[in-house]
Each structure stands twice: as C-alpha cells, then as structure tokens.
C-alpha cells in the first residue's frame, strides 16, 4: 500500500512523515514554499521526545503521479480547500483508488463521493501545528494521535483495516469504526469551539461561548437525526492517551483554524463548522445566532481584524448578545 498524502500541514505532515519512519511508502502533495522546502530538505516532525527527519518524494501536482494499484489518497487540507483537489484527482486519478479524508468538518466525504466511489471518513485526534515550511509539530507523546478510519457512509472492509494496520504500525491508535460520521460529528462539536480561540486566544476550553455554540449544534443535529458522540463518551475513548507536552523551545499557540489566521491564508474553515450548524439550523428554523455570530467575525478579522486574540472572553459574549 502506497500512501499519497495531499496536504503535509499540521495533519497530514504528521501522518507522512511517521509512515515514512516506520518503512511505508508515502508520497506528498504541497504547495509553495512547504513544497520546496521538503523537496529540498525533506520533512521534520518535532515532538516532546525529539524530531525526526524524513525523505520523500514531493509533487506540487497529483499529474505528476504514476498511480498504481494499492495507492490510497489521504486528504488532509482545509475543508475550503477541497474542491480544487477533487478537481485535479478526477481527473489524473483512477477511479477507484481509495480516498481518505482526514479532515475536520463532515462535508468533504460526501463532496468526495460525487466523484469517487471508495471514500473513507478520519476521525482526527491530533495536536499538530504546521507554521513554518518543511517543518510540523505534534505536541503529544507517547502516542502522536488518534485516527479512526470508516468507509462513507457507513462500513468496515479490507482497506480501511489495512490503512488501520499500517497507521498503528507507525505509532498512532487507530480503528476501523463503521460508525466513523458518528464520531466526525462529534469532532463537528468539539470544533466549534475554533473560532471561539480565533477571538479570545487558547485556553478558554469549556467557556460560555462554546457552550452556546455546542447547545445550538446539539439542538440541530438532534433536530436532523444526526448520531453523534456525545462529550462522555468522547472523553472515555481518549482517557489520558493523548497526554500533552511542550516541546522545547516552542509555544503551540492554538488549533488549526487559529494557525490558518497566523499565517495569513486569508481563508478560515469556520463555514464548514459553524457553518455547517448554522445550515442545518436554517434547514430546519432552528435558531443558531452564536454561530451565525461567529461566522460573520470570521470573515470580517480575515478582512480588517481584529487581530486573533484581541477580544476578552467577556467581549466576545458581549458581543454576541449585541447581535441578537
């Protein structure tokens, strides 16, 4: 099995660069100057125990790509990024080769199914950071992360068993779950709370902002018939195997949406979060203005700010009583 990752940013550059480590066969697809760097350099994954430095083939382009049999596509850009790379795997790739989409939000599977008749949902649970080229961090040890894989909708088979096999032969946990929206849904939940640290900085966790948003997400999805993990059992899957350190010399800062505003991308995944529970919400006239909220902040610090981490907590619930 040949993995080609498409997109070695906080997530996927983990997931290469230990595949690499422990003797699989990866080739990355990037971008810019991460692409050069890499091509050039090869991929550094730093963690609390050390960092490891790995060579692998580098394209900026899937055409670039002899595809064969036993090749397995792993997405892991942002979900505002999607399209694009259906596009171009359409239309270099064979038809039936596997795709994977490692990735937050539970709308790129089913974009990914327009296209592709073997799609697989992960359910990524990682502390990765990815702000310089060549370079990405997990910020957990022993255990580098989660990633729990299922066909879409629903269902186990010999692939996603075998990519199962090969992620905890390089040092992840992983299971095949037949249920794995379930659980996307649930990480849905959890990241709603992403654009909540965009605003007021890391650290907030459980604040009232996240509650409002979590409540109105719950409402919705309940309302649709959505199956999601709830936060206990949630809690009973990871217990303390993803026990956070820092590594040295190194502040993690936030998440992924938090990490696209540091780097100026000019783009935020917050649509497909929050917004994805404000479309549910209008579907069905449920009100959800926390994340309405939000979403709208989003897109006006993209344009003129505020700077990430400029509003207090309370400014922010101030804020979004004032738009009510």
Known sequence: MRFIVYG????????????????????????????TAMARDGLVLETPTGAVHVRLPVVTDPGDIVFGVGDVVVISVKSQDLPPVLERLARTMPWGTPVVCAQNAVCNEPSALRLFPN???????????????GVVQVYTSPLNGILDIGRYPNGVDDTSRAIC????????????????????YGKLLM??????????????GYSEAYRRVRAEGEACLSAAGIEYVGRDEDVAHRGDKLRFHLIEGQDRGGGSTWQSFLRNRGSAETDYLNGEIVLLGRLRGIPTPANAFLQRLMHRMLVDGPAPGSMSHDELVAAMDADQ
């Open 165 to 184: 096999a090969a992620l905890k032969h390089s040092g992840f946990e992983s299971a095949a779950r037949p249920d794995i929206m379930r659980w996307k």
């Open 119 to 133: 799609v697989y949902g992960m359910n990524v649970m990682l502390i990765g950071t990815h702000l310089k080229p």
């Open 191 to 204: 990241n709603l709370n992403n654009a909540i640290e965009v605003a007021v900085g890391p650290g907030f």
């Open 8 to 35: 070695t940013g906080a997530v996927g550059g983990p997931i290469a660069a230990k595949l690499v480590q422990n003797g699989h066969d990866v080739v990355a697809v990037a971008r810019g100057e991460h692409a």
